[in-house]
């Protein structure tokens, strides 16, 4: 994992499993403040092992001012076909509405920016919810693009349950450990 970045008071490290509660916490608050359509049922225990189990599938940084967390990112690696190269894509940015507007966000990305670069990646990605006008908007100060060429899909639920059942047992589909 990469080292931790210090710009004034403003430190970006990476989180550590003692993050794990405020992680969830600052989760639960973007979804309130992006006005996420459902609930958040992931548990700080989901977090433990997505993050710093023997086989993590995210990483996150945190980032504090005197210590205290003020804000976080959390995401994965991607790999393009077309590019043939790595990438990064993130899940969650999020600063806490008293430090908005201070270059936390910025800052948060600009690392998130340098680490794909750093891992010879050739993207950064993330979506947004159509209806975060402030998030659009700073994106696009950053001059970030959207991707009109793709839709995102999804299957969950009973969708995903009943494709799952229709797999035949002849592959012998294996489940990581």
């Keep these: 994992m990469s080292e931790s970045v210090a710009l004034g008071q ?10 794990i509660e ?9 979804t309130v403040a992006e006005e996420f359509p459902g609930e958040v049922t992931a548990e700080p225990a989901d977090l433990m092992p997505a993050l710093f189990g ?3 599938v995210a990483e996150a940084m945190v980032a504090t001012i005197d210590d205290e967390p003020i804000g976080f990112a959390l995401y994965y ?9 790595t990438g990064i894509h993130l899940d969650d940015l999020y600063v806490r509405p008293e430090h908005r507007g201070a270059g936390v ?3 948060l990305l600009a690392h998130l920016a340098g680490l794909a670069v750093r891992r010879g990646g050739g ?3 993330w979506w947004v919810m159509h ?3 402030p998030a659009l908007r700073f994106y696009r100060r950053l001059q970030a693009r959207t991707v009109d060429e793709i839709d995102v899909l999804r299957l969950d639920g009973e969708p995903l349950h009943a494709l799952a059942a229709e ?9 990581p450990v």
């Design 10 to 19: 403003l430190v970006i490290r990476p989180a550590e499993p003692a993050d």
């Design 22 to 30: 405020v992680l969830h916490r600052f989760i639960v608050e973007l």
């Design 54 to 56: 023997s086989r993590p």
């Design 77 to 85: 690696p991607t790999y393009s076909t077309v590019v043939g190269r």
């Design 105 to 107: 966000g910025r800052a």
């Design 123 to 125: 993207r950064l990605e």
């Design 131 to 133: 209806t975060n006008d």
């Design 167 to 175: 797999a035949p047992d002849r592959f012998d589909i294996q489940q």
